[in-house]
């Protein structure tokens, strides 16, 4: 896996070296930049993931600095630092994952597991999106919410096409349930449902749920969506988190995306869905009076991120209805 390690310490830089090539068995694909040449060796190298040390005094604002390195989601990142306050600046500006560094021998160890972990994690769905190719849809609806979402869902779903956009959700549910919970769906509705797992593409007819503490994001190449399902720190004070699935969506299907926020407390997911319409997207949110908790839909459509706001029994029918549009 073609890698780039970013950092001004050079002590950094051969302590991944290492990591890599234990990992990797070879230290071939292996590319090194300081910060300031960052942008220029991405571009040369081309990498499937970069390692980034943030802790230097040549760049004032790291998060920043991500956002110019390379277009949101585009390159799994791994943000590595001692600064344990950075981690959420550092995943809203894109990074895939914050690994920080606690002092004494016992943390270096835990700095290198952790590490490790992410970066396989990261080959094995690399290497799974090179093997699998499923049927591809342009078009592609994202779905998020969270206390009282779980009976709405099938509301929409119900009504949905066997042949519809892949659906992709992110609900504010436990580790655990979340694979029950598309099971009982699957078992009742004429759509395929499953828990998300890293590497899946996904395709016409398919809906896919958010597991319980990792992340949902969405990527596209040239064969079509695919997922990663990752742990990492809580954005919003959630994992999963929606406004995390929304800006990987805003940027993987751009005008080709759908999104929708239901019931939820909370503002999760409302400047993930104005990212989504900035890029093109068409956004729906639940109105109050279908709502158990009106604080999601509220927040996205205050923030003008929403293009519709309609009761729970309509919001299929308006996808519906869009999708049939967008055909002409």
């Known amino acids: 896996m073609r890698t780039l390690i970013i950092s001004d310490s050079r002590k950094f830089t051969d302590q991944m ?6 990992l990797f068995k070879t230290g071939s694909g292996i590319s090194a930049a300081r910060v300031i040449n960052g942008r220029q060796e991405l571009i040369r190298v081309a990498p499937e993931l970069i390692l980034l040390d943030i802790d230097t005094d040549s760049y004032p604002d790291m998060a920043e600095y991500i956002v110019r390195l390379a277009p949101k989601y585009s390159i799994p990142i791994i943000v590595c630092t001692a600064q344990s306050r950075m981690k959420y600046t550092m995943v809203t500006a894109g990074a895939m994952d914050v690994i920080t560094l606690h002092g ?6 835990h700095f290198r597991k952790r590490i490790a972990g992410s970066i396989e994690s990261i080959s094995r769905a690399i290497s799974e999106n090179k093997l699998r190719a499923y049927a591809k849809s342009a078009k592609l609806i994202a779905i998020g919410g969270s206390t009282g979402s779980t009976n709405a869902l099938p509301v929409i779903l119900t009504e949905m096409r066997s042949d519809c956009p892949p659906i992709v959700c992110v609900l504010h549910m436990p580790e655990g349930y979340t694979k029950i919970y598309a099971e009982q769906l699957n078992s009742t509705l004429p759509l395929e449902v499953c828990e998300a797992k890293s590497g899946m593409y996904v395709r016409q007819g398919q809906v896919i749920i958010a597991a319980g ?18 742990r990492g720190v809580k954005v919003c004070g959630h994992c999963p988190s929606v406004n995390v699935l929304f800006d990987s969506v805003a940027y993987a299907a751009k005008s080709n995306a759908i999104g929708v926020l239901l019931t939820g407390m909370g503002r999760d997911g409302a400047t993930g869905m104005l990212n989504m319409k900035k890029m093109g997207g068409y ?18 459509y205050d923030l003008n991120a929403a293009d519709i706001q309609l009761p729970l029994d309509s919001i299929a029918e308006q996808i519906n209805r869009r999708l049939k549009k967008d055909k002409r």
Do not use: C, W
């Open 104 to 109: 004494g021998e016992d943390g270096e160890e």
């Open 283 to 300: 956004n729906i949110v639940q109105d109050e009076e279908t709502s158990i908790v009106y604080g999601m839909p509220k927040a996205a």
């Open 213 to 230: 503490a990792r992340h949902l994001r969405v990527f596209r190449d040239k064969k079509g969506y695919f997922i990663t399902s990752e």
């Open 17 to 22: 070296i290492g990591l890599l090539t234990e």
